[in-house]
């Protein structure tokens, strides 16, 4: 890579190449602190000197490739909170690992320039393939590049305990789980990806981590912060007395980590809203200048998801902002849902999925900027009205939306095959940046699931808990209480959540429609210029809706109309955004209803400048000159 990292891991083991590694833990609550060292004739104890504010280290013989644990006031022993890889998953011994053997060859890599002009691909190592792991994956990564994707977003690689996981309970967090493979191979997925001219970002869990295996307060309790709520577990800390200094360093280090040691493109960092912090500089701002600073001149792009969707997440340090580059918005997948399935339950009750609601949020970024919230009882949100549509990610489905139903079930499925083209064409064709959820581009049947796997007491507690969080669903609760419905979490939920991939080819039509909304996307002048002051919008009725952006000098204007309604005749139509301009007349460029995207069928444009939009169904206009007779 041309540009250097500037970043060196000070946690954990460090080869230093000649057959020594130097040991270093942070562990504030233990008088001593031995390397276990596994070796063919047992364990061999190396001291490690306890250093300035609760840190022990020291130098001793132990050679790239070997086990160790760490033993803590000559008791238990415990795998290194900072390993970097547990090939016997959270419990094990922790490896020695020497990033710096492995040979790059993405040495002409730049990184992510910029989110604008970005298409973001979310998905699941182990489910994404039948094989579930970092080779299987990079075999698959010249379909999104011919999809038109141009980031790939990995769910979490943390260790985790058991065979699978969603992703999200994590605890070991420089180890990326040996499920998946080796971390070289997760390196040749990285460079699979450079190779292809696709950025490749990871998603980071530093709120809370998982159940079993969390190791952390054996070393030091003050890697977490009691005081602050947290419905995953024990909220980390960042902000409570003198241990905060090196629990901030831990996890600021492990984002680093990702970026410069395995070349990842940028990071997606859960639940902000949740990293409680009220120290003068906030951990998120931090988490952002410090992983830009590891890796010097190198492009990252760095998402933040948080529920209040608040502005800090990408405004810039000048403007008091935290400086990241993208902010997951729920709100255009809230009132979408709403309005494909007619239901607005739980933390959908505050939409009504109008037309009214899916355009405000299209011109305007997000739909809670700060009004009362029933769900919540209280405001929400943020002004997001002036900031560049491009920082902010729109998505019809991800990991939580799926995963937090019944069934887990996608939206063509839910909504229905129409309905779900032509909310797909509105989304890709907004200013905002996209994101699919993979499998997504050919209506995978597959639903995806919450999934864990974990000990027969534990997951029976795990499985409880999820009832319990889907009964804020009144018919989810319904379902569970009265009609004896069983969600499964185990195995059962993780096999069904493997994609199918024999669909992507028979499924042809829904790629179709997906391949040409990414191409006009990039292509076309119009929708690519992502300029919010070339886009206007009005209301047709409560199903129906137009945006109109506007071209500049020979490209014309283009019209997109959405009716999740019956169909809809524009007569009379004194609305003057469907106006064409002087001496043109309106073009059909496509239509989610086209035949070839499996539809059934779009009908001619009637003449004399009339307008009929069919019933679940999105058109794209564009303006031509109108031929004389």
């Known amino acids: 890579m041309r540009s250097t990292n500037h970043f060196q891991l000070t946690l954990g083991a460090q080869p230093l190449g000649d057959g020594r590694t130097r040991f270093r833990v942070w562990a504030a609550r233990r008088k001593s602190v031995d390397v276990a060292l596994h070796e063919p004739g047992g364990l061999r104890y190396l001291p490690l000197e306890k250093t300035a504010d609760g840190y022990f280290e020291g130098t001793h013989t132990a050679s790239v490739g070997a086990h160790y644990k760490y033993r803590l006031d000559g008791g238990e022993t415990y795998p290194d909170p900072c390993s970097r890889f547990q090939p016997e998953g959270p419990h094990g011994p922790s490896r020695i690992v020497d990033p710096s053997r492995y040979a790059w060859k993405d040495r002409e890599w730049r990184g992510v320039p910029s989110i604008k002009g970005q ?14 792991t970092y080779a299987a994956a990079a ?38 789980c040996a499920v998946y493979g080796e971390p070289d191979d ?17 998603d980071v869990v530093y709120n809370h981590l998982g159940p079993d295996g969390n190791y952390l307060s054996q070393y030091s309790q003050g890697y977490f912060n009691p005081k602050y709520p947290n419905e995953w577990g024990d909220p980390t800390n960042f902000d409570d007395g003198e241990a905060a200094g090196p629990s901030r360093d831990f996890f600021t280090q492990n984002a680093c980590l990702w970026v410069a040691e395995y070349h990842f493109d940028g990071l997606r960092i859960d639940a ?20 830009r600073a590891a890796v010097g001149d190198r492009k990252l792009l760095l998402i933040g998801e948080n529920e209040p969707q608040d502005v800090r997440i990408v405004s810039p340090s000048e403007k008091g902002g935290y400086g990241a580059d993208g902010l997951w918005v729920d709100d255009f997948h809230h009132t979408a849902r709403v309005a494909s399935v007619g239901r607005s339950e739980a933390y959908l009750q505050d939409y009504c999925g109008s037309a009214q609601e899916l355009l405000s949020c299209a011109l305007r970024n997000s739909l809670y900027q700060g009004q009362y919230y029933s769900w919540q009882k209280k405001r929400r949100g943020s002004p997001l009205l002036r900031t560049a549509p491009e920082h902010i990610v729109f998505y019809l489905q991800n990991h939580d939306q799926l995963a937090n139903t019944l069934r887990g079930q996608r939206l063509h499925v839910t909504a229905g095959y129409a309905r779900a083209r032509a909310l797909t064409t509105l989304l890709l064709l907004l200013p905002q940046t996209p994101m699919l959820f993979m499998g997504q581009e050919f209506f995978a049947s597959s639903p995806f699931h919450y999934f864990v796997d974990h000990k027969p007491e534990l997951q029976k507690l795990v499985q409880k808990g999820r009832n319990e969080f889907l009964s804020q669903f009144e018919s989810a609760q319904q379902a569970l209480e009265v009609e004896g419905h069983e969600v499964p979490i185990g195995d059962e939920a993780f096999q069904a959540s493997k994609l199918n991939w024999d669909e992507h080819t028979r499924n042809a039509d829904a790629l179709r429609l997906h391949q040409e909304l990414l191409r006009l996307r990039k292509e076309d002048p119009v929708f690519a210029a992502q300029d919010p002051s070339r886009l206007a919008g009005a209301v047709l009725c409560s199903h129906a809706l137009v945006l109109r952006y506007f071209g500049t000098g020979q490209e014309g204007d283009r019209l997109l109309l959405l009716n999740l309604g019956t169909g809809l005749d524009l007569e009379p139509c004194p609305e003057p955004l469907l106006a064409p301009e002087p001496g043109k007349i309106w073009r059909l460029l496509l239509s989610s209803e086209h035949v070839r995207y499996g539809g059934m069928g779009a009908p001619a444009l009637p003449g004399e400048g009339r307008l009929r939009i069919p019933g679940q169904t999105a058109l794209v206009l564009t303006s031509t000159e109108e031929k004389k007779a």
Request: aromatic share 8%.
């Open 119 to 132: 298409v973001l691909y979310e998905l699941h190592l182990g489910t994404f393939t039948p094989e579930g």
């Open 139 to 176: 075999a698959k990564l010249p379909l999104l590049k011919e999809l038109g994707v141009t980031v790939v977003e990995l769910m979490p690689l943390h260790t985790f305990p058991g065979r699978y996981n969603w992703g999200y309970d994590g605890v070991t967090l420089f180890a990326p």
């Open 186 to 202: 997760l390196r040749r997925l990285v460079e699979e990806a450079h190779r292809l001219g696709l950025g490749i970002i990871l």
């Open 272 to 291: 902000t809203q949740s990293l409680y912090d009220a120290s003068p500089t906030h951990i998120v701002k931090e988490l952002v200048d410090k992983t």
